[in-house]
């Protein structure tokens, strides 16, 4: 099949020619219409609920609202884990199904669970199903800026001009509002005039609810013509809301003014955003749709913001601060400076390696047509060109023409050598048929090593998936490329007759034939030398550490603050305020700030009031005093010393979010501890902050206050309010109108929408005497005491519960500096299973970056055996010899040596990147052993002497073996001497796959014919 291919594309060639420049056309509009984003989508399927119940603390909230929802969810089809946060008037449910879960699907079923239970929740709930979004969505952000504009003018800029706009866009899942004022129609009830007119609180509601509507009467007929009827009783001005009549006392109209102040006044806020220092400022966050292209969805939002601008007020800006086509930018960038400059070292070493321009552009067209080829089959299965396949295709690049270089490295030896009367074209058909079968074996070894990886899952599945089918889709296209195209390239470009070797290749081989000659002599030192190498290698294995992603550098960085759990939302803006200008002050490189406390409106970070999430601006790299961000974030820990109560944390943008979403906190390693009691969990965690803090390596360790929240409870007295004509609801609603504030409808203002709300003043919310000294109406016309129908206590409860699969638990998140991951972790099982005593029902759960790491080790240890099983079947199928299969097989422990030592020599740990470089190693080192034994065998079968066919044989292959070992090597260069963001990924896949490159071709060369010699010929051991 191989030789008529070869056959076929030789005789057919100018239909080759052709078939060659429609893949030209086809894979340039491929890349075109390529989606360009950092990464690709790691997020699970994920659906948010989130329920907002204003007034209700957390436990309240959980018990009525949390956990009859998640009974509810439990049990639904390929649910992975049922998860939720309940914090003051909010829950947040995430739903995690499992990864091949169509969204949509999963959303329906959510939804039908939702509506059965709906009913049974508490009234004023509100919410349902977040958008459609992934953790990756939050890709723009921006302020809006103006002096000449209030808060609350700033956010209704935001809500009714901005949002509307920016929605219409393709890709824009929502707009989220944060920080600013929510304009209300305010009505503060005067509790003493209400007494004195009989006034309740319920009739003053009622009254507002009747009279602020319009509605249409239905048509009357007028001759021809039809008149519709519309009543118009709507409330439109502070005026006509005033002017609303409640009841009639005496024959005298009691209006809404002679019983409460009417007002403009603001929604209560649950959060704000501060900036560079200055003050409050109003953010806007547009979150991307799940599986839009991030870089068109900001680009259309950049475009569309500058539209807007000119209709903006004047003096009002919108400042952009985060912006993701940026990391886009330099993610791909990065990867496409590696694949342009590895190209260009190919280039180079094919013309010293074989000391012919035409010989070498025609290997070097192989690199082009690969990649074009790779572009078509990425677009035909969905991938996007992101750093993680693009950064297979800059792997591979190296491995793309090894095919190609056996072929024409055979071509020029047989045009220059062969000294028969046939034709360029015969012999350039010999050439590449007799070395068909070792190129496509060994081509096809390499993608079968590469197949492991197209197995795993989880996170590591989503980054790596996209790797594995780009090299195995680039690796495909080179084969057939090397077989078709190659040939007939060589046919027309490169000439017959004598060809001096090039002075690289003569140095090689006046270096290489003593030592092939030593180790012919010596076979048994070298062995003994080969196994001391490889018990070197095994000592230095446990010395490595264990990771499972080394942290991508993604250029930004994400202040985390906790400030005591009571804090306020003004204190809790004002601190954050002093820490920008502190930070802004002592470190230069930090050119402003826009932090967010508290939570954002639509409720997708339930964050609470004294928790920051602070975005730190920062100047290009180039200017800093030290250009490394370890260095940058120990300067900003130094400013952080000096506000002592304030626990901070450092992380980034996507990493933060990531880990939200695969663990439900932020960090390298989660601590989990399930129980029941909120108390006891919270001491729990405070044992296990102190035995994670006390572990060397651990960075910002972190348990999350769950208590000192302070609050006061109202237990009404059922039988004095009983007395009194009131009930629990009265009560509760009063205190309700007095504090939080109880919706009444909305006011039209054109297209705005103005909440309308019944609520007391500022004043009553300033201090618990005067909440404790109001006076409640009665149905009978008196005003009592509050104390009379209630008994006021004063207690603290938590921040917040966390719930996991319809369980509690409280989290204690750590990173990890200066050491490996999965020694960490270890050392912090040990401490806390011998000093953490746990109370009967509670039990610990670690998860994290540690969960991930576990997983994708114990899926590569499962499916690499397997498929060095598949290799050995293939190579058995080459040779049709157990022994030699054995033979190129066993050659791969020895070619692992040089990864090893170079993982070790560089400090790097081995994660998941790392054994993908071992994976590529294992491919090359089986490559190069089937193109040296297939020649063994081609001049052992014309009965030359043993040692006549290792030396001849290795001497004749030292080209191709270096050519293919070193191009790969030189080629994976650029990724190892990478600076930007992504190269902290591909580094260790490089550092293996260089550093193994070296033990692997130099055993390939020595090794090898040893061990042929005295296995399959039956040579003398010496």
Known sequence: MIDRLIEFSLTQRLLVLGLTLLLIGAGVQAWRALPIDAFPDISTTQVKIILKAPGMTPEEVEARIAAPIETEMLGIPRQRILRSISKYGLTDITVDFEDKADIYWARTQVAERLNNVLADLPDGVTGGLAPITTPLSDVYMFTIEGEALSLAERRALLDWVIRPQLRTLPGVADVNSLGGMVKTFEVAPDNSAMSARGVTLTELAEAIHASNRNDGAGRLTDGEEVWLLRVEGAVQNLQQLASIVVKDVAGVPVRVADVATVRLGALTRYGGVTHNGEGETVEGLVLALRGANAQQVTAAVEARLAEIAPTLPGGVTIRPFYDRSVLVEHAVGTVSNALLEATVLVLILLFLFLGNVRAALTVALTLPLAALATFVLMRQVGLSANLMSLGGLAIAIGMLVDGAVVVVENIVTHLAHDDSRQ????????????????????????????????????????????????????????????????????????????????????????????????????????????????????????????????????????????????????????????????????VPEVTGAVARAGS???????????????????????????????????????????????????????????????????????????????????????????????????????????????????????????????????????????????????????????????????????????????????????????????????????????????????????????????????????????????????????????????????????????????????????????????????????????????????????????????????????????????????????????????????????????????????????????????????????????????????????????????????????
């Open 423 to 586: 034709s360029k074209l015969h012999q350039v058909f010999r050439a590449v048929r007799e070395v068909g079968t070792p190129v496509v074996s060994g081509v096809l070894i390499i993608m079968i090593v590469f197949m492991p990886l197209l197995t795993l899952e989880g996170i590591e599945g989503k980054l790596f998936v996209p790797v594995a089918l780009t090299i195995v889709f680039a690796l495909g296209a080179a084969l057939v490329l090397s077989l078709t195209v190659v040939p007939v390239l060589a046919s027309w470009l490169m000439a017959a007759g004598a060809h001096e070797d090039p002075w690289l290749l003569r140095q090689a081989v006046r270096l290489y034939t003593p030592l092939l000659d030593f180790a012919l002599a010596r076979t048994r030192p070298v062995m003994i030398a080969a196994v001391g190498l490889l018990a070197l290698a095994a000592v230095l294995f446990p010395f490595i550490g264990k990771s499972f992603m080394p942290t991508l550098d993604e250029g930004d960085l994400l202040l985390q603050l906790e400030k005591l759990p009571s804090i306020s939302l003004e204190e809790s803006l004002d601190i954050d305020l002093k820490v920008q200008r502190a930070i802004m002050q002592h």
């Open 600 to 1022: 954002d409106e639509i409720g997708l970070d339930p964050m609470g009031l004294n928790e920051t999430d602070g975005y730190l601006l920062l100047k290009p790299r180039d200017e800093w005093r030290r250009p490394d961000k370890e260095w940058l974030t120990e300067e900003i820990r130094q400013v952080m010393a000096g506000f002592p109560g304030v626990n901070f944390a450092f992380t980034q943008p996507i990493d933060m979010r990531v880990s939200e979403m695969l663990t439900g906190s932020r960090g390298d390693l989660a601590v989990k501890i399930f129980g029941t009691d909120i108390a006891t969990l919270n001491r729990l965690a405070e044992q296990v902050e102190a035995i994670i803090g006390s572990v060397p390596g651990a960075q910002d360790v972190l348990s999350k206050k769950n208590e000192g929240v302070q609050y006061l409870q109202a237990r009404v007295d059922r039988m004095a309010a009983g007395r009194h004509g009131l009930t629990v609801d009265d009560v509760a609603a009063f205190l309700k109108a007095q504090l939080e504030g109880v919706r009444l409808g909305i006011v039209q203002e054109g297209i705005r929408r103005t909440p309308l709300v019944l609520r007391a003043g500022e004043e009553v919310r300033m201090s618990p005497a005067l909440f404790e000294a109001l006076r409640i109406p009665t149905p009978g016309g008196t005003a009592i005491p509050l104390r009379e129908v209630t008994r006021l206590e004063r207690t603290d409860g938590p921040v917040g519960i966390n719930r996991e699969n319809a369980a509690r638990y409280v989290t204690v998140q750590s990173n990890v500096a200066d050491r490996d991951l999965v020694g960490f972790v270890d050392e912090v099982r040990a401490r806390i299973g011998k000093e953490l005593q746990l109370p009967e029902g509670y039990h610990v759960v670690y998860s994290g970056q540690f969960e991930n790491q576990q997983r994708a080790a114990a899926r590569l240890a499962l499916v690499v055996p397997v498929s060095l099983a598949l290799i050995f079947a293939l190579l058995f199928t080459t040779f049709h010899s157990v022994r030699q299969a054995a033979l190129v097989l066993a050659n791969v422990p020895f070619a692992l040596v040089g990864g090893v030592a170079a993982l070790f020599i560089s400090g790097e740990y081995l994660s998941v990147p790392a054994s993908v470089g071992f994976i590529a190693l294992l491919g090359i080192a089986v490559l190069n052993g089937v193109v040296m034994v297939s020649y063994f065998n081609q001049l052992a079968g014309q009965g030359l002497p043993a040692t006549s066919v290792v030396r001849d044989g290795a001497l004749r292959r030292l080209r191709p073996v270096l050519m293919t070992a070193s191009i790969t090597a030189f080629g994976l260069v650029p990724l190892l001497l990478a600076t930007g963001p992504g190269s902290e990924i591909q580094k260790p896949l490089a550092i293996v796959v260089v550093g193994g490159l070296v033990s692997s071709t130099a055993l390939t060369l020595v090794l090898l014919p040893v061990l042929y010699r005295r296995f399959i010929l039956g040579g003398d051991l010496k």
